[in-house]
T-cell receptor
Framework: GAVVSQHPSRVICKSGTSVKIECRSL??????MFWYRQFPKQSLMLMAT?????????EQGVEKDKFLINHASLTLSTLTVTSAHPEDSSFYIC???????????FGPGTRLTVT | AQSVTQLGSHVSVSEGALVLLRCNYS??????LFWYVQYPNQGLQLLLK??????LVKGINGFEAEFKKSETSFHLTKPSAHMSDEAEYFC????????????FGGGTRVLVKP
């Protein structure tokens, strides 16, 4: 149980375009979902926290107009990178939590390359 | 504010030898502590977690970690390394609840020599 999927696993897009990444909790309802980014050979940095039906809470330094997060249902959150640039190339990982007393369950990640 | 420091970005061990990965944290409230493993181009897999119960926590794949409040440490050990243990390991802390946002350490890459 507690499986989280991400789609796509890899995406290549041209500079200036937008790309959407989906995060789904497959066998549980996720009250909270988190989005992290990971640059090569670096650790994970939290970008934002989203609760179903509410606006996402962004970490300091993360542009909310550039990284649009939608958590429309208890099983789906999406991250849209708008007007992507090469510096946005990274590994994006989502996680989901059933409730605060429960741990986070991580998705397999999405590798974004902006050319 | 919470933070995590992992000493040593790379650790090399011989197959069959002890694996020791160090993690120190800072937290203004009682922490929840986690160790995750990440294989190349994959997400994170939980090895074990400390949630204020027993200070010695046993996890999957033979790993265990001990919470030492006086040292603000949560070091990860495995008595005998296996080739399959080659991966990146992350220590993480959350405050107030296990499902709250995580702060990760810088990670330690483990290399196992045959």
């Amino acid at each position: 149980g507690a499986v989280v999927s991400q789609h796509p696993s890899r995406v290549i897009c041209k500079s200036g375009t937008s790309v959407k990444i989906e995060c789904r909790s497959l066998d549980f309802q996720a009250t909270t979902m988190f989005w992290y980014r990971q640059f090569p050979k670096q650790s994970l940095m939290l970008m934002a926290t989203s609760n179903e039906g509410s606006k996402a809470t962004y970490e300091q330094g993360v542009e909310k107009d550039k990284f649009l997060i939608n958590h429309a249902s208890l099983t789906l959150s999406t991250l849209t990178v708008t007007s992507a640039h090469p510096e946005d190339s990274s590994f994006y990982i989502c996680s989901a939590s059933r409730q605060l007393i429960d741990e986070q369950y991580f998705g397999p990640g999405t590798r974004l390359t902006v050319t | 504010a919470q933070s995590v420091t992992q000493l040593g970005s790379h650790v090399s061990v011989s197959e069959g030898a002890l694996v020791l990965l160090r993690c120190n944290y800072s937290s203004s409230v009682p922490p929840y502590l986690f160790w995750y493993v990440q294989y190349p181009n994959q997400g994170l897999q939980l090895l074990l977690k400390y949630t204020s119960a027993a200070t010695l926590v046993k996890g999957i794949n033979g790993f265990e970690a001990e919470f030492k409040k006086s040292e603000t440490s949560f070091h990860l050990t495995k008595p005998s390394a296996h080739m399959s243990d080659e991966a990146e390991y992350f220590c993480a802390v959350s405050e107030e609840a296990a499902g709250n946002k995580l702060t990760f350490g810088g990670g330690t890459r483990v290399l196992v020599k045959p």
